[in-house]
C-alpha cells in the first residue's frame, strides 16, 4: 500500500513575540559597532557581517590600560513567573549608552539545553535584546561545540590510553572524567561504555553531564590567557591509580590537541543590542551547577575598552552572584562598584504564596510576604561591601499598591527601587536606573569576598550555607566528609567552593520558596575541579545532566518558508 503525508501548514513568526521585535531592528555592521569602543578592524574577526571575534594578539595591547567600572546585575530566586535579569542587564547597558557614557555589556552564551528545554532563548526581551538573536540562541560561532569536543577528544584519550596497556595504571572504577553534551537528556546520566568485546575497549560505568557544567567550560570561563588555558586543562584530575594517586589530564599528552579545538572559540564574541551598545557574549556555564558568570578574557577585554561595564551572573544571587565574587573576582582581581538586583511583582507574589496561574490579580499581603526573597537577596549582597539598588521589572499587571508595597519594604532598608520599563522602550525605560548606578559607581568600591582562601573547605561550605542560604545545619554524607578530607591532605584546601543547589530556594528543597531559614543543607557529594580552581559541593537532589520538561520548548519551535526561525522565545 502506497501511503502519502501533506506537509503541515507553514508557521510564521508571530509579530509580538522576541523574535519579531529583534527582526524589526537592522543591525548595524560589526565594525561599526566595535569602532564604538575604539576597536580597530584588524583587533576583530568577523563572523558574518554582524557578529565578530577579538583577536588574541589584539586584546594583549589593552592590559595597560586602566579599568572601567564593573556593575553587575543578578535577581531573587527565580519563578516560572519570570524576572528578566537578561533583559534588565541589556536595558540598562542601553540606559548607559543613553546617557553618554561608553558602554559594554558581558554576558554569557546560551546553552542549547535550556533552549531547546523549559527556558527557551536568552537573549533577553522586548525591546531589550542581543542580537542576531537567533544565532545567538543556536550554535552562534561554534563556542560551546569546540568546548564539547575538546572535553569528549580527552574523555576518548583516557580510555584509549586504558586499551593500548594503561602505562599510568589508572583504576578504571575511579576515573572521574565524564563525557558530555550540550542538551538536556536524562537517559544519559548514566552509562556503560566499552560494550561489544576485547575491541571496543574495557566496559565501564560512564556518564554525561551537560557541556555547560564541564570544567572545560569553567575553566574556559576562568583562564585570562591562552597559556593560562593550557596550564589549567593539564591540571585538571580525570581519576586515580590503583594506588590512589591522582592522575592529571596533562598525563595523557592531549592538552595541545583540545587547545588547538579552543583556541579560536577563546576569543571573546562580539555582537550589539538592538540600540546598537557593543555586547560581549561569550561562555556559558550554569550558575546552579557551576560557577554562572561569562568568560574573564571578555570582561577584562570589556573593561580596558568601556568605562561602564555591565555583566550578570545566573540565576538568583544566592548562587550567580555569589560565585561570581567568591570565584570570578577572586581569581580575576575584579572588583565590581555596583550590584542591580532585579525582581518583579509576579515573581515576589510567587515567593509569596501565590500559584502562576493566580498571579493576574492585586495581592498585597502576598506582594509582602515575597518580597522577603528579595530582602534577603539584598542583604546578602551588602555582605560583599556593593552598594546595592533594585531594578523592578514592571509588567502591565503590576498596580500601583503593589509597587508601593515593595518600594516601602526597601526603603526601610535604605535601598532605592527603580521601576524600568526597559522591555518596552528598551534603555529609555531605565534611564533612573542608570543614572543611580552611575552615581553609585562614582565612590570607591568597598567589596571583598565572603570567606578568606585559608578557611578550610567545610568550613566555606557552611559559612555560605550559613551566611547565604540561611541554613541552620549542614550535613555531610560520609563520602563527601571523607573527600573533603582528602581534598585538604593534597593540598586542595586554599581552593574556593563552587556550591551546586537548587536555583528555586535558598534551601536543597526547590519547592521551599520565599526566604526560609533554619533548613538543613544535606551535601551529598564533593568533587574537585583543579583546572577550574576550586572544589564542587553537590547539594540536594540536583543534577548536572538536566532533563526535558514535560513539554519542551523544542516543539514549538520551527523554520517559516522564508528561512526563518521561530518559537525561540
Given at each position: 500500500m502506497h501511503m502519502t503525508s501533506a506537509l503541515p501548514p507553514a508557521r510564521h513568526l508571530d509579530p509580538s513575540s522576541d523574535a519579531a521585535i529583534a527582526g524589526s531592528v537592522t543591525p548595524l555592521p560589526i565594525e561599526d559597532v566595535a569602532a564604538r569602543l575604539g576597536i580597530p578592524a584588524d583587533g576583530?574577526?568577523?563572523?558574518?557581517?554582524?557578529?565578530?571575534?577579538?583577536?588574541?594578539?589584539?586584546?594583549?595591547?589593552?592590559e595597560p590600560r586602566a579599568n572601567g567600572k564593573l556593575i553587575l546585575v543578578t535577581a531573587i530566586s527565580p519563578t516560572p513567573a519570570g524576572e528578566g535579569k537578561t533583559t534588565t542587564t541589556i536595558g540598562l547597558g542601553d540606559a548607559l549608552a543613553r546617557l553618554g557614557e561608553k558602554t559594554a555589556i558581558c554576558l554569557r552564551e546560551p546553552s542549547l539545553g535550556p533552549v531547546f528545554g523549559a527556558k527557551g532563548g536568552a537573549t533577553g526581551g522586548g525591546r531589550a535584546q542581543i542580537i542576531p538573536m537567533q544565532d545567538i540562541n543556536l550554535h552562534f560561532t561554534g563556542d560551546l561545540h569546540a568546548i564539547s569536543a575538546a572535553h569528549n577528544l580527552l574523555a576518548a584519550l583516557i580510555?584509549?590510553?586504558?586499551?593500548?596497556?594503561?602505562?599510568?595504571?589508572?583504576?578504571?572504577?575511579?576515573?572521574?572524567?565524564?563525557?558530555?553534551?550540550?542538551l538536556n537528556d536524562r537517559a544519559l546520566r548514566q552509562v556503560i561504555v566499552g560494550l561489544g568485546g576485547p575491541a571496543n575497549g574495557f566496559p565501564r560505568e560512564d556518564g554525561f553531564d551537560i557541556t555547560v557544567a564541564s570544567e572545560v567550560m569553567a575553566?574556559?570561563?576562568?583562564?585570562?590567557?591562552?597559556?593560562?588555558?593550557?596550564?589549567?586543562?593539564?591540571?585538571?584530575?580525570?581519576?586515580?591509580a590503583r594506588d590512589r594517586r591522582m592522575v592529571a589530564a596533562g598525563e595523557l599528552k592531549g592538552i595541545g590537541a583540545m587547545l588547538a579545538l579552543l583556541r579560536d572559540a577563546f576569543q571573546p564574541n562580539l555582537v550589539q543590542t538592538m540600540e546598537h551598545t557593543p555586547a560581549f557574549v561569550h561562555g556559558g556555564p550554569f550558575a546552579n551547577i557551576a560557577h554562572g558568570c561569562n568568560s574573564v578574557i571578555a570582561t577584562r577585554a570589556a573593561l580596558k575598552l568601556a568605562d561602564y561595564v555591565v555583566t550578570e551572573a545566573g540565576f538568583g544571587a544566592d548562587l550567580g552572584a555569589e560565585k561570581f565574587l567568591d570565584i570570578k573576582c577572586r581569581q580575576a582581581g575584579l572588583a565590581p562598584d555596583a550590584a542591580v538586583v532585579v525582581?518583579?511583582?509576579?515573581?515576589?507574589?510567587?515567593?509569596?504564596?501565590?500559584?502562576?496561574k493566580q498571579l493576574g490579580g492585586e495581592n498585597l499581603e502576598a506582594v509582602r510576604l515575597g518580597t522577603a526573597n528579595l530582602?534577603?537577596?539584598?542583604?546578602?549582597?551588602?555582605?560583599f561591601g556593593l552598594p546595592v539598588v533594585v531594578a523592578l521589572n514592571r509588567f502591565l499587571?503590576?498596580?500601583?499598591?503593589?509597587?508601593d508595597a515593595v518600594t516601602a519594604a526597601l526603603s526601610q532598608m535604605g535601598v532605592r527601587v527603580h521601576v524600568c520599563a526597559h522591555w518596552a522602550e528598551g534603555g529609555a525605560g531605565a534611564l533612573a536606573l542608570a543614572e543611580d548606578v552611575r552615581a553609585m559607581c562614582a565612590k570607591p568600591s568597598s567589596f571583598h569576598t565572603l570567606y578568606p582562601d585559608a578557611m578550610p573547605l567545610k568550613e566555606k561550605i557552611e559559612t555560605i550555607a550559613r551566611?547565604?542560604?540561611?541554613?541552620?545545619?549542614v550535613t555531610f554524607t560520609g563520602a563527601a566528609t571523607a573527600r573533603l578530607k582528602e581534598l585538604e591532605a593534597a593540598g586542595f584546601g586554599h581552593l574556593p567552593v563552587c556550591m551546586a543547589k537548587t536555583q528555586y530556594s535558598f534551601s536543597a528543597d526547590p519547592t521551599l520558596r520565599g526566604a526560609p531559614e533554619g533548613?538543613?543543607?544535606?551535601?551529598?557529594?564533593?568533587?574537585?575541579?583543579?583546572?577550574?580552581?576550586?572544589?564542587?559541593?553537590?547539594?540536594?537532589?540536583?543534577?548536572?545532566?538536566?532533563?526535558?520538561?514535560?513539554?519542551?520548548?523544542?516543539?514549538?519551535?520551527?523554520?517559516?518558508p522564508e528561512g526563518v526561525i521561530g518559537g525561540l522565545s
Amino acid at each position: 500500500m502506497h501511503m502519502t503525508s501533506a506537509l503541515p501548514p507553514a508557521r510564521h513568526l508571530d509579530p509580538s513575540s522576541d523574535a519579531a521585535i529583534a527582526g524589526s531592528v537592522t543591525p548595524l555592521p560589526i565594525e561599526d559597532v566595535a569602532a564604538r569602543l575604539g576597536i580597530p578592524a584588524d583587533g576583530l574577526y568577523r563572523y558574518g557581517p554582524y557578529k565578530g571575534k577579538l583577536a588574541h594578539d589584539y586584546i594583549r595591547t589593552l592590559e595597560p590600560r586602566a579599568n572601567g567600572k564593573l556593575i553587575l546585575v543578578t535577581a531573587i530566586s527565580p519563578t516560572p513567573a519570570g524576572e528578566g535579569k537578561t533583559t534588565t542587564t541589556i536595558g540598562l547597558g542601553d540606559a548607559l549608552a543613553r546617557l553618554g557614557e561608553k558602554t559594554a555589556i558581558c554576558l554569557r552564551e546560551p546553552s542549547l539545553g535550556p533552549v531547546f528545554g523549559a527556558k527557551g532563548g536568552a537573549t533577553g526581551g522586548g525591546r531589550a535584546q542581543i542580537i542576531p538573536m537567533q544565532d545567538i540562541n543556536l550554535h552562534f560561532t561554534g563556542d560551546l561545540h569546540a568546548i564539547s569536543a575538546a572535553h569528549n577528544l580527552l574523555a576518548a584519550l583516557i580510555d584509549n590510553h586504558i586499551y593500548w596497556g594503561n602505562a599510568l595504571d589508572l583504576d578504571a572504577r575511579r576515573i572521574s572524567w565524564r563525557r558530555v553534551v550540550d542538551l538536556n537528556d536524562r537517559a544519559l546520566r548514566q552509562v556503560i561504555v566499552g560494550l561489544g568485546g576485547p575491541a571496543n575497549g574495557f566496559p565501564r560505568e560512564d556518564g554525561f553531564d551537560i557541556t555547560v557544567a564541564s570544567e572545560v567550560m569553567a575553566i574556559f570561563c576562568l583562564a585570562r590567557t591562552l597559556e593560562e588555558l593550557e596550564a589549567r586543562l593539564s591540571r585538571m584530575v580525570v581519576g586515580q591509580a590503583r594506588d590512589r594517586r591522582m592522575v592529571a589530564a596533562g598525563e595523557l599528552k592531549g592538552i595541545g590537541a583540545m587547545l588547538a579545538l579552543l583556541r579560536d572559540a577563546f576569543q571573546p564574541n562580539l555582537v550589539q543590542t538592538m540600540e546598537h551598545t557593543p555586547a560581549f557574549v561569550h561562555g556559558g556555564p550554569f550558575a546552579n551547577i557551576a560557577h554562572g558568570c561569562n568568560s574573564v578574557i571578555a570582561t577584562r577585554a570589556a573593561l580596558k575598552l568601556a568605562d561602564y561595564v555591565v555583566t550578570e551572573a545566573g540565576f538568583g544571587a544566592d548562587l550567580g552572584a555569589e560565585k561570581f565574587l567568591d570565584i570570578k573576582c577572586r581569581q580575576a582581581g575584579l572588583a565590581p562598584d555596583a550590584a542591580v538586583v532585579v525582581a518583579t511583582v509576579r515573581a515576589l507574589k510567587m515567593h509569596g504564596g501565590v500559584p502562576v496561574k493566580q498571579l493576574g490579580g492585586e495581592n498585597l499581603e502576598a506582594v509582602r510576604l515575597g518580597t522577603a526573597n528579595l530582602l534577603r537577596h539584598v542583604e546578602n549582597m551588602r555582605k560583599f561591601g556593593l552598594p546595592v539598588v533594585v531594578a523592578l521589572n514592571r509588567f502591565l499587571t503590576d498596580t500601583p499598591a503593589e509597587i508601593d508595597a515593595v518600594t516601602a519594604a526597601l526603603s526601610q532598608m535604605g535601598v532605592r527601587v527603580h521601576v524600568c520599563a526597559h522591555w518596552a522602550e528598551g534603555g529609555a525605560g531605565a534611564l533612573a536606573l542608570a543614572e543611580d548606578v552611575r552615581a553609585m559607581c562614582a565612590k570607591p568600591s568597598s567589596f571583598h569576598t565572603l570567606y578568606p582562601d585559608a578557611m578550610p573547605l567545610k568550613e566555606k561550605i557552611e559559612t555560605i550555607a550559613r551566611e547565604i542560604y540561611r541554613a541552620g545545619e549542614v550535613t555531610f554524607t560520609g563520602a563527601a566528609t571523607a573527600r573533603l578530607k582528602e581534598l585538604e591532605a593534597a593540598g586542595f584546601g586554599h581552593l574556593p567552593v563552587c556550591m551546586a543547589k537548587t536555583q528555586y530556594s535558598f534551601s536543597a528543597d526547590p519547592t521551599l520558596r520565599g526566604a526560609p531559614e533554619g533548613h538543613v543543607l544535606p551535601v551529598r557529594e564533593v568533587r574537585l575541579s583543579a583546572g577550574a580552581g576550586f572544589v564542587v559541593a553537590l547539594t540536594g537532589d540536583v543534577m548536572t545532566m538536566p532533563g526535558l520538561p514535560s513539554v519542551p520548548a523544542a516543539e514549538g519551535m520551527f523554520v517559516d518558508p522564508e528561512g526563518v526561525i521561530g518559537g525561540l522565545s
